[in-house]
């Protein structure tokens, strides 16, 4: 999400508007914004006496808490080589939440955990693809 504009901004534009130096318009383009913009400042600041942008609420609360999230931690260091979808449904079969493979990724992400990134197995079959590795491993 966007940052909003600085109030400072906000200001000198509300200001411009009230000294009546030019249309909502011809403001929006002298302090490079969009009119919408304009207008919205002046019916906030005319409606709620409102000069400054509103706090940023920080978003809807997490779906998994303090416990669900010990218990990621927990299966994170017991298995740490299991994929997203794997741990999403450890987690789904522990505590009855049910959580995408996005929001799992960002979960561990933010709990700065890190899974194995590659599974188990046979390695891939592709090689060095520039004509300089290919030579060198021709050459042996």
């Not at 913009?37 to 709620?48: G, H, K, L, P, Y």
């Not at 997203?84 to 799992?104: H, Q």
């Amino acid at each position: 999400m966007p940052q909003p504009y600085s109030a400072d901004l906000r200001e000198r534009v509300l200001v411009a508007y009230e000294h009546g130096e030019g249309t909502q318009v011809a403001i929006a383009h002298r302090f490079r914004v969009s009119p919408a913009t304009v207008c919205n400042w002046v019916r906030q600041a005319r409606q709620d006496g409102r000069r400054r942008p509103k706090p940023h609420r920080g978003g809807p609360a997490g779906r998994l808490g303090p416990a669900e999230l010990a218990l990621l931690q927990d299966l994170v260091a017991e298995t740490n080589d299991a994929r997203l979808d794997a741990y999403a449904e450890r987690l789904f079969a522990l505590t009855g939440k049910r959580v995408s493979r996005p929001v799992m990724c960002r979960t561990l992400q933010r709990l700065k955990l890190r899974p194995k990134k590659r599974p188990s197995g046979q390695l891939s079959r592709t090689g060095p693809r520039s004509r300089l590795s290919v030579r060198l491993i021709a050459s042996r």
